[in-house]
């Protein structure tokens, strides 16, 4: 991995995160207009914001493949939104805070659903979790992410993952398979949770999301900067 791979991935997220702006935007209209609004127009702003997001995860999962290391430590994101990382990514069940925090309407059928995919989800998230704590136990070198702090950005930019032996091939995989099915669960469960609402629960649980996510990343992003400038 080079440091022009990641800086074209940085470049990636900025101009994602410019259009989740914008996405976030065009739902808070879509959420004034909700009685003007036709459904057809409510379902293809609804389908494009998840198409938003599959893009993010069809991205992340090139550079991945190129060093599975730099998505557990990954240098494009703040101090703050590294702190929520859970298997290089949000952990699944966050979808389940949300709507219980931004969705009052919920009817006893949805509630009954959606406790049983919450279920679900915290089952999986602990196969994954054991899985991830068996990498750890089988590695003599110190635990994941003590060998990504100690390196440094060496192991992201450099001769980390290209020197023999020194991330064996068993190990990378091994990776990539938590990553890409840690990934697998987030869009799963994000997807069975919408299947379960309305059109109009989709809308503000859309609008929930993305509001966080920008709140999240805006903080962090002042908080790296304050930081850097007392250094």
Not at 1 to 17: K, L, Y
Not at 169 to 178: G, P, S
Request: glycine share 4%.
């Amino acid at each position: 991995m080079t440091d022009a791979n990641v800086a074209s991935f940085e470049e990636f997220i900025q101009g994602w995160m410019v259009r989740q702006r914008n996405y976030l935007e065009e739902l808070l209209s879509a959420q004034q207009q909700r009685q003007e609004l036709d459904d057809s127009d409510r379902m293809s702003l609804l389908n494009r914001v998840l198409c938003h997001y599959g893009q993010y995860y069809e991205e992340k999962s090139k550079i991945a493949q190129q060093n599975i290391l730099l998505v557990f430590s990954p240098p494009w994101l703040s101090s703050l939104e590294k702190s929520f990382l859970w298997v290089a990514g949000f952990k699944p069940g966050m979808a389940f805070h949300v709507v219980n925090r931004v969705l009052e309407d919920l009817s006893q059928d949805q509630k009954q659903r959606l406790s049983q995919i919450n279920q679900e989800t915290k089952m999986k998230e602990r196969e994954l979790n054991d899985e991830l704590a068996k990498v750890h136990e089988s590695m003599a070198a110190p635990p994941l992410v003590d060998m990504i702090r100690s390196h440094g950005r060496v192991c992201l930019s450099r001769s980390f993952m290209a020197e023999e032996g020194t991330v064996p091939m068993t190990f990378k995989e091994t990776l990539e398979n938590l990553v890409t099915n840690a990934d697998a669960l987030r869009t799963e469960t994000a997807l069975r949770v919408v299947q379960v609402l309305k059109p109009a629960q989709v809308l503000n649980f859309f609008v929930a999301v993305a509001e966080l996510q920008i709140k999240i990343r805006s903080l962090g992003l002042d908080k790296d900067a304050q930081s850097g400038n007392q250094g």
